[in-house]
């Protein structure tokens, strides 16, 4: 199979992961207003971060419609959309320093940051649900989905003897680490 159509594969079963686990894991979510955390719904997008910024972002987009498709509160679908940035800030770190500890934390506050903009319209300027509630739950979210998704990478590394950056393939080529310098 050549890479397009691997990359368009793998594109399609994150971005289906994406879409179903909020709709059929809702006894994984945890709600505290405005802030709620479905286990496990982060995973697609670190996954995708380890092919490329354009997974990323189709992947961020299956996550929103997830959201969106679960009849959960449009402020939950509005936080899911910060998923496209992130996954895409994450993938385009990961092309340059090949470092998913790195991109990981990088992206934390980043994600973060982003979902308490995106509740601002909702809930005010409420400090504490706004940076307590909203961004540490979300750093603290992140950091928990990443540990996750990497236990899951490194499973498929270690049976397909390669590394985790090439585990869905050889997608970062030299020539597109070269376009990015």
């Keep these: 199979m050549n890479n397009k159509i691997r990359k368009m594969v793998y594109t399609a079963l994150l971005t289906a992961l994406a879409i179903i686990i909020p709709i059929q894991f809702g006894f994984l979510r945890i709600v505290i207003p405005p802030f709620t955390a479905t286990l496990a719904s982060h995973v697609p997008m670190m996954l995708s971060m380890l092919i490329s910024p354009a997974v990323a972002i189709v992947v961020g987009i299956g996550s929103t419609l997830g959201f969106l498709i679960s009849g959960l509160p449009m ?33 934390a506050p980043i994600h973060g940051i982003a979902e308490m903009i995106v509740v601002i319209p909702f809930i005010g300027l409420n400090l504490f649900q706004l940076l307590i509630v909203t961004a540490v739950g979300t750093i603290i979210h992140h950091f928990i989905d990443s540990a996750i998704a990497y236990s899951l990478v490194k499973a498929m ?10 585990v869905f393939g050889d997608f970062f080529e030299d020539k597109d680490i070269q376009a990015q310098s």
């Design 75 to 107: 402020v939950v679908v509005f936080r899911a959309a910060t998923h496209i940035i992130v996954g895409y800030v994450g993938a385009k770190i990961i092309m340059k320093n090949r470092n998913y500890m790195k991109a990981t934390i990088i992206t």
């Design 157 to 166: 590394s270690k049976t397909k003897k390669t590394d985790i950056y090439h």
